[in-house]
């Protein structure tokens, strides 16, 4: 089965004269260890289908599916669990909690499932070396740049081995070998554990580590 399935779904935001149809008619299919790259102008719809397959919002037609499971019958508690457990996420604008360190924030989602303090440490501490923020760990959000912030928000979404990741312009805040770098780990976490990936982005250098490249225009597939 297919890890996401998005069938004939369409999103409105507003109602009457001010409505605008985010999404319309919507179907595609990502199998397990896809790397999907979602391309499209500003306004084409990437974001709201990448917020649909994180479970963040809800179609207002159609019906979307991830890991064998349907978000939209879900409980609130039920919902927050299935993704914690997942679905990881890299947010355009970072997402970090203020209040707490970078390593913290990593460490949150682990905190969350209840892993041990030993375990959370050993995992923590060596993404931050992966993503070049171990230097950094004990920093918070406002003392970092926002490639720094980026790295933390790549570590946080990787950090428990989700099923699935949704990253929303992943390396836009990231110099040219940096952003490579943060790919290229992807790309082995892809090929270590059949993490799926899907991304949506401007950047070319994205769509080169893609195995299905996606067109977006107007809310429709295009390509």
Not at 64 to 73: F, K, L, R, S
Request: with cysteine; glycine share 8%; charged share 15%.
């Amino acid at each position: 089965m297919p890890i996401v399935q998005v069938q004939q779904v369409g999103k409105l935001y507003g109602s009457g004269t001010v409505a605008v149809q985010a999404l319309s008619e919507v179907s595609i299919e990502i199998e397990t260890g896809d790397i999907v790259c979602i391309m499209g102008a500003s306004g084409s719809g990437k974001s709201t289908l990448l917020n649909m397959m994180g479970t963040i919002d809800t179609p207002s037609e159609g019906t979307v599916w991830i890991a064998g499971q349907q978000p939209a019958m879900l409980s609130d508690g039920a919902l927050s669990r299935f993704r914690n457990q997942t679905i990881g996420f890299v947010f355009q604008s970072f997402n970090l909690i203020p209040v707490l360190t970078a390593f913290e924030n990593v460490e949150y989602p682990l905190l969350l499932a209840g892993e041990p303090k030993a375990t959370r440490t050993e995992v923590v501490m060596d993404l931050l070396q992966q993503v070049g923020m171990a230097e950094w760990a004990r920093s918070y959000p406002n003392c970092l740049s926002g490639g720094q912030q980026q790295r933390v928000a790549i570590a946080r979404a990787l950090v428990a081995r989700p099923q699935l990741v949704i990253a929303d312009e992943p390396t836009a805040s990231l110099d040219h070998q940096t952003g490579t770098h943060i790919l290229e780990l992807m790309k082995q976490i892809n090929a270590t554990h059949r993490t799926t990936f899907v991304l949506a982005t401007h950047d070319p250098l994205v769509a080169t580590y893609a195995t299905r490249l996606i067109r977006m225009d107007s809310g429709r597939i295009v390509a």
